[in-house]
């Protein structure tokens, strides 16, 4: 009922910058929370950074001073400008979501596919 569209991602360079979209279309009434997870091989998936629909943001401390997440509530789109990367923010980044969709009761959460984003030291 909710298809999130992920781009962005790829191979940079220690120090180097990427931008994360990620776009969620279908019978939405309103989004609550974005934002993006990862997943490391061999380690457990983990938030990076969510955004709530008023603005408040919430930082993984490994990311703070680095990352900034953002989002566009007329186009139900959050970006994750991520800087001064580092090899170990090589994942595979996941958008969330939830919100209220036409046809559910209640909060329903949604995943994307998720993107590679690799960091070359």
């Known amino acids: 009922q909710v298809q999130l569209v992920e781009s962005g991602g790829g191979l940079v360079q220690a120090g180097g910058s990427l931008r994360l979209s990620c776009a969620a279309s279908?019978?939405?009434?309103?989004?609550?929370?974005m934002g993006w997870y990862r997943q490391a091989p061999g380690k457990q998936r983990e938030l990076v950074a969510d955004?709530?629909?008023?603005?408040?943001?919430n930082y993984a401390d490994s990311v703070k001073g680095r990352f900034t997440i953002s989002r566009d509530n007329a186009k139900n789109t959050v970006y994750l400008q991520m800087n001064s990367l580092k090899a170990e923010d090589t994942a595979v980044y996941y958008c969330?979501?939830?919100?209220?969709?036409?046809?559910?009761?209640?909060?329903?959460?949604?995943w994307g596919q998720g993107t590679q984003v690799t960091v070359s030291s």
């Open positions: 955004i709530t629909s008023d603005g408040s943001t």
């Open positions: 279908g019978r939405i009434f309103r989004i609550n929370v």
């Open positions: 969330y979501t939830d919100g209220w969709v036409y046809g559910r009761v209640g909060i329903t959460p949604y």
